[in-house]
T-cell receptor
Framework: KQEVTQIPAALSVPEGENLVLNCSFTDSAIYNLQWFRQDPGKGLTSLLLIQSSQREQTSGRLNASLDKSSGRSTLYIAASQPGDSATYLCALTYSGAGSYQLTFGKGTKLSVIP | DGGITQSPKYLFRKEGQNVTLSCEQNLNHDAMYWYRQDPGQGLRLIYYSQIVNDFQKGDIAEGYSVSREKKESFPLTVTSAQKNPTAFYLC????????????FGPGTRLTVL
């Protein structure tokens, strides 16, 4: 069974710092991996989607990488801002489950201190 | 504006009641999903539907039911058989196919009184 782990569970950084959020998974037979942002009491906002054949995706200050062989994805946030404070979730689809089923990590709660 | 709407935002249920959560999308997506989110746990899939009049159980379907009579709508009923229904419920949709991005609605918070 696929296990998706996000460490640390919480992270606090000063404004302006570059930071990396980690996501690891146990089964490398993935179809794609998605990074989401969730604000308290709200739904999920899709940030980036990486297909299994890709190594990275970029959107603005965000860059997500994927290394299937090591079972890792990272989300890099450049020049962090207080508005980046939220919980970041990674989720993936893989061949061992229904191909539409996202398997989620528990998230990293990010606080950016002004 | 294209998007996914869920209603109500907050819902309170008494013991023994069935309640229905609404999910509507105007993105012309074929596939729709229901997830449950509990504190300290990752989101878990309840049901999903790839096309109208067809749906499949996810990991935690017991105590829930769905219908898919229209492409735009995928309502979820939480029945009295669901023993611990208090949670945050999220609906999502995507284009048909394995490699496509899922988009989420704003969620419904269900509380059992």
């Amino acid at each position: 069974k696929q296990e998706v782990t996000q460490i640390p569970a919480a992270l606090s950084v000063p404004e302006g710092e570059n930071l990396v959020l980690n996501c690891s998974f146990t089964d490398s037979a993935i179809y794609n991996l998605q990074w989401f942002r969730q604000d308290p009491g709200k739904g999920l906002t899709s940030l980036l989607l990486i297909q299994s054949s890709q190594r990275e995706q970029t959107s603005g200050r965000l860059n997500a990488s994927l290394d299937k062989s090591s079972g890792r994805s990272t989300l890099y946030i450049a020049a962090s801002q207080p508005g980046d404070s939220a919980t970041y979730l990674c989720a993936l689809t893989y061949s061992g489950a229904g191909s539409y089923q996202l398997t989620f990590g528990k998230g990293t709660k990010l606080s950016v201190i002004p | 504006d294209g998007g996914i709407t869920q209603s109500p935002k907050y819902l309170f249920r008494k013991e023994g009641q069935n309640v229905t959560l609404s999910c509507e999308q105007n993105l012309n997506h074929d596939a729709m999903y229901w997830y449950r989110q509990d504190p300290g746990q990752g989101l878990r899939l309840i049901y999903y539907s790839q096309i109208v009049n067809d749906f499949q159980k996810g990991d935690i379907a017991e105590g829930y039911s769905v219908s898919r009579e229209k492409k735009e709508s995928f309502p979820l009923t939480v029945t009295s058989a669901q023993k611990n229904p208090t949670a945050f419920y999220l609906c999502a949709s995507s284009i048909y196919g394995t490699y496509n991005e899922q988009f989420f609605g704003p969620g419904t918070r269900l509380t059992v009184l």
